[in-house]
């Protein structure tokens, strides 16, 4: 009885066995081209790596050398020469020429160039938040009290990451506005604010005592 059954397993069995060597025949290169796909992109993700990291490294290093200069001048020229390869490390690099052309004394270039940054879509939120913030902050002798105060005040929105920072500089400017009590009434809310650093809140209580005014705890 087992016979008959046996041949019809082995019969079933070498059907399978033609069908699939016939589809394997067919279609087997698909399979191929696959498998080559996957090494060649796994090869390709890897070089593409391993160059990107070996040009954020000559940056890196070509940034380094540029600094090492005892001339500010001579250090924007070097820095200047420099190509930076994103958005993102262009920013970074107009930053750093911007801080070197404020140590030689050029605010004016400086904060033109901030301002660039700060201005220039293709760069992410915090770069260009991060430039306007040391634009502004470094333009007391350029701007005008009511540009820079605009600036601190669109900087100092709720959810922004340089909102404290912003804060703290609207008192300054409302101190040098001679507006003691509306600086005091920013200070004490600045020292109370949950998100505050040490840092800052100790800077903001030490004006609140130079302004005479006496450091609220909460």
């Known amino acids: 009885m087992s016979n008959p059954e046996s041949f019809i397993e082995e019969v079933t069995e070498e059907v399978r066995r033609d069908r699939t060597f016939k589809f394997m025949k067919r279609y087997g290169w698909i399979g ?3 498998v080559l796909g996957i090494v060649g992109g796994t090869a390709w993700r890897e070089y593409q790596n391993a160059t990107q990291s070996a040009s ?3 940056f890196g290093d070509g940034i380094l050398t540029a600094l090492e200069s005892d001339d500010s001048a001579a250090r924007v ?3 200047d020469k420099l190509e930076a390869k994103s958005a993102d490390g262009q ?3 107009d930053m750093l020429i911007a801080a070197e052309e404020g140590s030689a004394g ?3 270039a400086a904060i033109e160039r901030l301002q660039a940054i700060s201005n220039n879509a293709d760069i992410p ?3 260009r938040q991060i430039a306007s913030y040391k634009a502004l902050a470094r333009g007391a002798e350029i701007l005008s009290v009511e540009d820079r105060q605009s600036g601190f005040e669109a900087l100092a929105v709720a959810g922004q990451p340089l909102r404290l920072l912003a804060e703290e500089q609207l008192a300054l400017i409302e101190i040098e506005s001679g507006d003691k009590d ?3 009434t ?3 809310a600045l020292i109370i604010d949950s998100e505050v650093t040490s840092g800052l809140r100790r800077r903001a209580s030490q004006l609140i005592v130079a302004l005479g005014g006496a450091v609220e705890q909460s």
């Open 125 to 127: 939120t915090i770069y």
């Open 56 to 58: 954020a490294q000559a």
């Open 106 to 108: 050029d605010d004016a």
């Open 91 to 93: 920013a970074v690099l």
């Open 186 to 188: 920013r200070l004490q």
């Open 182 to 184: 509306a600086a005091l």
């Open 32 to 34: 191929v081209v696959v």
């Open 77 to 79: 020229t070097a820095l």
